[in-house]
């Protein structure tokens, strides 16, 4: 990197202005200065030098494009607890004869992954081209689409040819979303956000349980057919609000809108002033690390995460959290009402209720690690959480045995203690995986394969989805309660994977991962931290360097 200053969208940048001095620690002897070990020394200087004020009229601004891509998440969540309480429904078995569980269950359920597979390919492309806001749009209309057929439907073709709109929608949905809320955050606000972001998950699911559980005591079908109509709320708030905030500024230095780019950053990341360090990074970063003739011009070029060394960790951590987000006994969720019923509870008011029960106390978690995610590392947190999820899932599978084993003779205590375990584990689940689900897939790729590489991740997920979805009422239906013990030792495996392959990403610049990435260890290289003097008044004065360095 060259020190002379250079014009990027009308703004003067300095390398000089952002890198931090380095030396053997002589300003440790201030007054107040202490030593303190970072992942980017320059990104912590920069953070540290730009208090951006949490309260002004753009941080607010912000915050609300951050809330119209949760938006997003909450029309997918609001599918996760939909059907499951609804096939429970008497006026919907009336109509359908579906059953709970069985094959016919499960094309009703997986038609919805099927559809989000077949569109997620096309969604790269639509948020390459014409940007991750048009992306939201155009999947808040496709989602209105499916809920038309799928609310007014009377037969099963007529539904589950709704659902498989309803999956083509979310899954443009949900590649544009994730790929905005990480782009026009703030380093340091990038976790929360995205977080944030997928834990809109949980604003689609608990109102979706609520209002099963209150259309439940409609006497018609309306019982059923408000609760699918009500599945496109999310969306007309997406579609009408994407006009009124800004678009990505990293799709917009990827596409020479530099200028654009520049001022987007300037308003919301550097009070308004364009020698911000912070701002000044982050020109010179993204202006460096972007490529203006990058794979995302190509539509259907997904070489690079093959043929590169750096391409190939990015896509393992894709690959890792899009299995792992789905595959770690989460899956069960679709089917509540049937594991409720298998550990005792079989009224259908009362499975309703505690549907709705354990979305609260899993939004609970997920909000919890939300609030933590910009300051713990990632990397721990998936090794030890899904350790913890193994842990909850192995008590609740040996506590239904027992129940298994009582036959009619069920003792209370043991079916509320495989009920408690089976909510400790969707509160753990929920802390470790629902941010991260939103968060490592993001950071894992940069700006020209992100919109792919979400395309990607959202192929992946929706598979894993098929397979719970079409396996899970028949697994459930035969096996019962066994059926949780593949989680058990699936688990296991998991965390022994990211503890070997999983890339911390934490504290770091999205472009500053590229060095990360690599490097012939990117785990080794993750963990790598800097050690800087901070003065008493919070600037850094030095990033320290030994002589063997």
Known sequence: MEDKERNVGGVLVSHEHVAVSEGTGATTNASGAKAKAVHNAELYAAI???????????????????FVAFCCACANGYDGSLLTGVIAMDHFQDTFHSGTTGTLVSLMFS???????????????????????ICMFWGGIVIIVGM????????????VVGRFVLGV?????????????????????RGRATGFYNC??????????????????IDSDYSWRIPLILQAFACVVVITSVWFIPESPRYLMANGREVEAVAFLVKYHGNGNPESRLVQLEIEEMKEGIRQDGIDKRPWDYRPFIQSHSGRWRIAQVLMISIFGQFSGNGLGYFNTTIFEIIGVTSVEQQLAYNLLNSVLSAIGALSAVALTDTMPRRKVLVFGTLACAAALATNSGLSAALDAQGDN???????????????????????????????????LETTTRAKGLAFSSVIVYAMGFINQFAGPIALGTIQYRYIYVFVGWDVVEAVLWYFFGVESQGRTLEELEWVYNQPNPVKASLKVDKVIVQADGKVTEKIVTSNA
């Open 48 to 66: 540290h030098e730009t208090a951006i004020n949490y309260r002004s009229k753009e941080s607010l601004h912000l915050y609300f494009a951050v």
């Open 111 to 133: 038609l919805y992954t099927v559809g989000a597979m077949v569109g997620s390919p096309f969604a790269a492309i639509l948020s390459d081209k014409f940007g991750r806001r």
């Open 148 to 159: 038309i057929i799928i609310s007014t439907s009377g037969t099963i073709p007529q539904f």
């Open 169 to 189: 929608g979310i899954s443009i949905m949900t590649v544009g979303a994730p790929a905005y809320a990480v782009e026009i955050s703030p380093p340091h606000w």
């Open 200 to 217: 809109g998950w949980f604003g689609g699911s608990i109102p979706a349980a609520a209002v099963v559980y209150g259309c439940n005591k």
């Open 410 to 444: 069920i003792l209370g205590s043991y079916a509320k203690g495989a009920l408690a375990s089976y909510f400790l584990f969707n509160i753990i689940f929920s802390f470790t995986y629902t941010p991260l689900q939103g968060v490592v897939p993001t950071e894992a």
